[in-house]
C-alpha cells in the first residue's frame, strides 16, 4: 500500500523512467538487430512485451493515484460527517426543551436528549426503540384528541400542539410539542421538542378555577351554573331526561347582614354553603349565583320528585341554628323549582321560572318551596307588563296625585293630606300603588317616579296656598330607596325651594320596616332632613317590630299607626292594647301619633280616648282628586 502511495505521488517519475528504459530498450534491441545478434521476429516480441510491461507499469500507477484520492475524499466526507453529528448533538443537547426524534413510518423513537431523560425519568437506552404512542397518557377522557394528536405528529404534520406524556413512574405531564419533520437517507423523521407546561396548566386552571367558583363559598359561581345548566338541558334532550333548576333565597339575610355586618354574614354564607352540599349528590350540582341565591340543578327522571325531597331536606337544614362567633343566628329560605321540559326548553327560561317560582314562595309566607306554575307565569307576565308600563306612564304622564285629609283631633281641622299615586294601566286597568310601588322599588324607576310625586305635590301645596287654603301641610311617602340616593336630598330641596315652599312644608311617610332594615344606611340623611325643617313621620307603624332603643335613635316626629290595628279597634282587645301601646310610647319619646283606615266614628272615639293625636282615613274622606280635596278642606277648616 505504502508502495501504491509513493508511486501514486511520483507518477511522472514513473512516467520518465519508463520513457528511459524504453529508449534504452529500443536502442540496444536496434544494435542487436543490426549485429544481427538476433532476428526481427525475436526483437519485435520483446519489444512489444516492454512496452507492455510498460504500460503495465503506468496504468497501474494511474489506478493507484485514483485511488488514493477517492481514499482522501472519503476521509474528508467521514471528517464532515462527524464534525456535523457533533454540531447536531450539541444543538440538541443544549436545547431547553426535551427532544424525541421519531422514524415516522414506524413510529419508533430513534433519538433523544438529556432533556428528554428528565422529562420522561427515563434513560436514553429505555426511550429509543419505544413507540411514542407508549409515552403518551391515556384512559382520559382525551384519549382520543390525543391519539390524534399523537398521528398527527407521526404524519409530520407541523405546528405546535399539546398532550400529556407518562414519565417512568406512571406520573401524567403535560407538554406542549412544536414538531417538524425531515428525511435522511432516504426515510422520514419527525423532530418534536416537548416543553413541559405544568406551571401554565397550573395557572390555566387555577385563572379557570376563580372564574368559575365564588371566592367566599369555593361553590360554583353564575357562570359555571349557567354553563352546566345549558349542558344538562342538552343531554336531557337528546336522552329523553329532565331537569329540575331549585333557586334558593335565603330569607332574613339581608337583615342579619345590615344589622351584624358583612363579616358575620359573609360567615352565615359559607355555613349555608356547606349544608346545601350536604344535600347535595352524585351528579346534581349545587352553586352560588351571588349575594343570598343559591342554585342546584338535577338531571335523570322524575326530577320533580327528587326535587321536592330534596327541597324538604334543605329546608330543614337552612332552618337549623347556625353559630357564629358569638352570636346563634336563624335563618330560613324560599326555594322556586321549574323543571326542563315542562317549564322552559333553556338555561335562560328555567332560572327565571325557578326565580319566579322562588318569589312566589316567599310571598306565601317564607321557609317554604314552590314549583313553577301557569298562574306564576301569568303573575311573571303580569310584572313584566307593569314595569314596562311604568316606564311608559312616566314617559307620556299617566300618574295622577290623589289627597287624603288628616284630621287633627284636638281641633278636628284638617292639618295635612296625604298625596298618593294613583295609575290607570291601558290594559290592565286601575292598579293600586300596592302592586306597583314594589315593582317600581326594584327597577330603580321609584327614583324618578318619586322625584315626580314630589314635584306635584309641591305644586298643588302651591297652588293651593295660592288659592287662600293655607295652614296644611303635604304629607309625601318616600321609599327607602328614595333616601339611598345620594341625590335625593338635594333634589328634593330644589323642588320645595323652586314651588316658593320650606322644609317645614312637608312630611315624608317612610314605613317602618324599611327604615329599620336600613337603618345604619338611612339615618344620615334622616337627620339632614330633619335638619332642613322636614317632619319626619313612621309609616305602618307597629307591624316593623321597632325597638324603642331603635326608635330613639331615629330623628322623626311622628308614629302613624297600621291600619291593621285600627281595623276592629272596638272589638278587638288585642288590637285596642297594641294602639293604646303605640300612643303611650310614642308620647314617652315626644312623637306626635296618627291612625291610619279610621273608617267609623267608634273607631275615632276610641282613639280620641286613648290620646291619639289625628286620624286618617274614609270616615273623613277617601283619597280625592285635588279640586275635591281643595272643597273639602275649605268646608272643613272653614267650620272649625
Ligand atoms: N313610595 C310611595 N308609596 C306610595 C305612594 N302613593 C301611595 N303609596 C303607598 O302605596 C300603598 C297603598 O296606597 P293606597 O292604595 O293609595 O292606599 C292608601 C289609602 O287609600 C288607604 N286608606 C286610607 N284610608 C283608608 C281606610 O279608611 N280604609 C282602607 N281600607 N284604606 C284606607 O291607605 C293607604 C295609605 O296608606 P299609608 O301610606 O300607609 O298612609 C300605601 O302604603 C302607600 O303609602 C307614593 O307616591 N310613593
Same mark, same amino acid.
Given at each position: 500500500?505504502?508502495?501504491?502511495?509513493?508511486?501514486?505521488? %511520483? =507518477?511522472?517519475?514513473?512516467?520518465?523512467? $519508463?520513457?528511459? *528504459?524504453?529508449?534504452? +530498450? /529500443?536502442?540496444?534491441? &536496434?544494435?542487436?538487430?543490426?549485429?544481427?545478434?538476433?532476428?526481427?521476429? %525475436? =526483437?519485435?516480441?520483446?519489444?512489444?512485451? $516492454?512496452?507492455? *510491461?510498460?504500460?503495465? +507499469? /503506468?496504468?497501474?500507477? &494511474?489506478?493507484?493515484?485514483?485511488?488514493?484520492?477517492?481514499?482522501?475524499?472519503?476521509?474528508?466526507?467521514?471528517?464532515?460527517?462527524?464534525?456535523?453529528?457533533?454540531?447536531?448533538?450539541?444543538?440538541?443537547?443544549?436545547?431547553?426543551?426535551?427532544?424525541?426524534?421519531?422514524?415516522?413510518?414506524?413510529?419508533?423513537?430513534?433519538?433523544?436528549?438529556?432533556?428528554?431523560?428528565?422529562?420522561?425519568?427515563?434513560?436514553?437506552?429505555?426511550?429509543?426503540?419505544?413507540?411514542?404512542?407508549?409515552?403518551?397518557?391515556?384512559?382520559?377522557?382525551?384519549?382520543?384528541?390525543?391519539?390524534?394528536?399523537?398521528?398527527?405528529?407521526?404524519?409530520?404534520?407541523?405546528?405546535?400542539?399539546?398532550?400529556?406524556?407518562?414519565?417512568?413512574?406512571?406520573?401524567?405531564?403535560?407538554?406542549?410539542?412544536?414538531?417538524?419533520?425531515?428525511?435522511?437517507?432516504?426515510?422520514?423523521?419527525?423532530?418534536?421538542?416537548?416543553?413541559?407546561?405544568?406551571?401554565?396548566?397550573?395557572?390555566?386552571?387555577?385563572?379557570?378555577?376563580?372564574?368559575?367558583?365564588?371566592?367566599?363559598?369555593?361553590?360554583?359561581?353564575?357562570?359555571?351554573?349557567?354553563?352546566?345548566?345549558?349542558?344538562?338541558?342538552?343531554?336531557?334532550?337528546?336522552?329523553?331526561?329532565?331537569?329540575?333548576?331549585?333557586?334558593?333565597?335565603?330569607?332574613?339575610?339581608?337583615?342579619?347582614?345590615?344589622?351584624?355586618?358583612?363579616?358575620?354574614?359573609?360567615?352565615?354564607?359559607?355555613?349555608?354553603?356547606?349544608?346545601?352540599?350536604?344535600?347535595?349528590?352524585?351528579?346534581?350540582?349545587?352553586?352560588?349565583?351571588?349575594?343570598?341565591?343559591?342554585?342546584?340543578?338535577?338531571?335523570?327522571?322524575?326530577?320533580?320528585?327528587?326535587?321536592?325531597?330534596?327541597?324538604?331536606?334543605?329546608?330543614?337544614?337552612?332552618?337549623?341554628?347556625?353559630?357564629?362567633?358569638?352570636?346563634?343566628?336563624?335563618?330560613?329560605?324560599?326555594?322556586?323549582?321549574?323543571?326542563?321540559?315542562?317549564?322552559?326548553?333553556?338555561?335562560?327560561?328555567?332560572?327565571?321560572?325557578?326565580?319566579?317560582?322562588?318569589?312566589?314562595?316567599?310571598?306565601?309566607?317564607?321557609?317554604?318551596?314552590?314549583?313553577?306554575?301557569?298562574?306564576?307565569?301569568?303573575?311573571?307576565?303580569?310584572?313584566?307588563?307593569?314595569?314596562?308600563?311604568?316606564?311608559?306612564?312616566?314617559?307620556?304622564?299617566?300618574?295622577?296625585?290623589?289627597?287624603?285629609?288628616?284630621?287633627?283631633?284636638?281641633?278636628?281641622?284638617?292639618?295635612?293630606?296625604?298625596?298618593?299615586?294613583?295609575?290607570?294601566?291601558?290594559?290592565?286597568?286601575?292598579?293600586?300603588?300596592?302592586?306597583?310601588?314594589?315593582?317600581?322599588?326594584?327597577?330603580?324607576?321609584?327614583?324618578?317616579?318619586?322625584?315626580?310625586?314630589?314635584?306635584?305635590?309641591?305644586?298643588?301645596?302651591?297652588?293651593?296656598?295660592?288659592?287662600?287654603?293655607?295652614?296644611?301641610?303635604?304629607?309625601?311617602?318616600?321609599?327607602?330607596?328614595?333616601?339611598?340616593?345620594?341625590?335625593?336630598?338635594?333634589?328634593?330641596?330644589?323642588?320645595?325651594?323652586?314651588?316658593?315652599?320650606?322644609?317645614?312644608?312637608?312630611?315624608?311617610?317612610?314605613?317602618?320596616?324599611?327604615?329599620?332594615?336600613?337603618?345604619?344606611?338611612?339615618?344620615?340623611?334622616?337627620?339632614?332632613?330633619?335638619?332642613?325643617?322636614?317632619?319626619?313621620?313612621?309609616?305602618?307603624?307597629?307591624?316593623?317590630?321597632?325597638?324603642?332603643?331603635?326608635?330613639?335613635?331615629?330623628?322623626?316626629?311622628?308614629?302613624?299607626?297600621?291600619?291593621?290595628?285600627?281595623?276592629?279597634?272596638?272589638?278587638?282587645?288585642?288590637?285596642?292594647?297594641?294602639?293604646?301601646?303605640?300612643?303611650?310610647?310614642?308620647?314617652?319619646?315626644?312623637?306626635?301619633?296618627?291612625?291610619?283606615?279610621?273608617?267609623?266614628?267608634?273607631?275615632?272615639?276610641?282613639?280620641?280616648?286613648?290620646?291619639?293625636?289625628?286620624?286618617?282615613?274614609?270616615?273623613?274622606?277617601?283619597?280625592?282628586?285635588?279640586?275635591?280635596?281643595?272643597?273639602?278642606?275649605?268646608?272643613?277648616?272653614?267650620?272649625?
Amino acid at each position: 500500500m505504502t508502495l501504491i502511495i509513493i508511486l501514486g505521488k %511520483y =507518477l511522472w517519475l514513473a512516467g520518465i523512467l $519508463a520513457s528511459i *528504459v524504453m529508449s534504452e +530498450v /529500443v536502442t540496444a534491441a &536496434m544494435g542487436l538487430l543490426l549485429k544481427g545478434e538476433v532476428t526481427f521476429d %525475436y =526483437l519485435a516480441t520483446g519489444m512489444v512485451a $516492454a512496452f507492455l *510491461v510498460s504500460g503495465i +507499469v /503506468v496504468a497501474g500507477t &494511474m489506478k493507484m493515484e485514483e485511488l488514493e484520492r477517492r481514499r482522501q475524499e472519503e476521509v474528508a466526507k467521514n471528517r464532515a460527517l462527524r464534525a456535523s453529528e457533533r454540531r447536531y448533538r450539541t444543538l440538541i443537547e443544549v436545547a431547553n426543551d426535551a427532544i424525541l426524534v421519531t422514524d415516522a413510518e414506524t413510529g419508533t423513537l430513534v433519538d433523544c436528549n438529556r432533556q428528554a431523560e428528565v422529562l420522561l425519568g427515563m434513560s436514553r437506552n429505555e426511550i429509543i426503540g419505544q413507540h411514542l404512542s407508549n409515552l403518551h397518557e391515556t384512559g382520559k377522557d382525551l384519549e382520543e384528541a390525543e391519539t390524534d394528536c399523537i398521528s398527527r405528529l407521526l404524519r409530520g404534520k407541523t405546528g405546535t400542539i399539546e398532550l400529556s406524556l407518562i414519565r417512568a413512574d406512571g406520573t401524567s405531564i403535560p407538554v406542549e410539542v412544536s414538531s417538524s419533520a425531515f428525511e435522511m437517507d432516504g426515510r422520514r423523521y419527525v423532530h418534536g421538542a416537548f416543553r413541559d407546561i405544568t406551571q401554565r396548566r397550573e395557572a390555566e386552571d387555577r385563572i379557570k378555577h376563580l372564574a368559575h367558583h365564588d371566592p367566599l363559598t369555593n361553590l360554583p359561581n353564575r357562570v359555571f351554573l349557567h354553563g352546566r345548566l345549558e349542558q344538562a338541558v342538552e343531554f336531557a334532550r337528546r336522552e329523553q331526561k329532565q331537569v329540575a333548576v331549585m333557586f334558593i333565597d335565603l330569607d332574613n339575610f339581608k337583615r342579619i347582614n345590615d344589622t351584624l355586618g358583612h363579616r358575620i354574614g359573609d360567615a352565615l354564607l359559607e355555613q349555608v354553603a356547606g349544608r346545601l352540599t350536604e344535600n347535595v349528590h352524585g351528579s346534581q350540582v349545587v352553586g352560588r349565583l351571588g349575594g343570598d341565591e343559591f342554585l342546584v340543578v338535577i338531571t335523570g327522571n322524575h326530577v320533580s320528585t327528587t326535587a321536592t325531597a330534596m327541597a324538604k331536606r334543605i329546608l330543614e337544614s337552612i332552618c337549623r341554628p347556625y353559630t357564629v362567633e358569638d352570636y346563634q343566628l336563624h335563618s330560613g329560605a324560599s326555594i322556586g323549582i321549574a323543571v326542563y321540559p315542562a317549564d322552559g326548553n333553556s338555561a335562560e327560561t328555567l332560572m327565571k321560572h325557578a326565580d319566579a317560582a322562588m318569589y312566589h314562595a316567599k310571598s306565601k309566607g317564607r321557609n317554604t318551596f314552590e314549583f313553577f306554575s301557569q298562574a306564576i307565569n301569568r303573575g311573571v307576565r303580569e310584572r313584566l307588563e307593569i314595569e314596562n308600563g311604568l316606564r311608559d306612564a312616566l314617559k307620556h304622564g299617566a300618574f295622577r296625585l290623589h289627597y287624603q285629609p288628616q284630621v287633627d283631633l284636638a281641633t278636628g281641622s284638617i292639618r295635612s293630606v296625604e298625596a298618593l299615586l294613583r295609575w290607570r294601566h291601558p290594559v290592565l286597568g286601575v292598579i293600586t300603588p300596592d302592586r306597583f310601588i314594589p315593582i317600581a322599588e326594584e327597577t330603580k324607576l321609584i327614583l324618578p317616579l318619586g322625584l315626580w310625586v314630589l314635584d306635584r305635590a309641591c305644586h298643588q301645596l302651591r297652588t293651593w296656598r295660592n288659592d287662600g287654603i293655607a295652614g296644611i301641610r303635604m304629607a309625601i311617602n318616600v321609599s327607602v330607596k328614595q333616601l339611598q340616593d345620594e341625590a335625593f336630598f338635594e333634589a328634593l330641596g330644589s323642588i320645595v325651594e323652586r314651588h316658593g315652599l320650606s322644609g317645614s312644608d312637608i312630611e315624608l311617610e317612610i314605613t317602618e320596616s324599611a327604615i329599620m332594615e336600613n337603618l345604619s344606611r338611612v339615618q344620615a340623611i334622616l337627620k339632614s332632613l330633619r335638619d332642613y325643617g322636614i317632619t319626619l313621620s313612621i309609616d305602618d307603624f307597629g307591624t316593623g317590630y321597632s325597638s324603642l332603643g331603635r326608635l330613639k335613635l331615629l330623628p322623626i316626629q311622628s308614629l302613624k299607626i297600621d291600619r291593621s290595628f285600627v281595623r276592629d279597634i272596638e272589638t278587638d282587645q288585642g288590637n285596642a292594647k297594641i294602639c293604646d301601646g303605640i300612643i303611650a310610647l310614642g308620647h314617652s319619646l315626644g312623637l306626635k301619633i296618627i291612625a291610619e283606615g279610621v273608617e267609623t266614628a267608634a273607631q275615632k272615639v276610641r282613639l280620641q280616648d286613648a290620646g291619639c293625636d289625628a286620624i286618617q282615613g274614609f270616615l273623613i274622606a277617601k283619597p280625592l282628586p285635588a279640586d275635591e280635596a281643595a272643597k273639602l278642606i275649605s268646608r272643613v277648616n272653614a267650620i272649625t
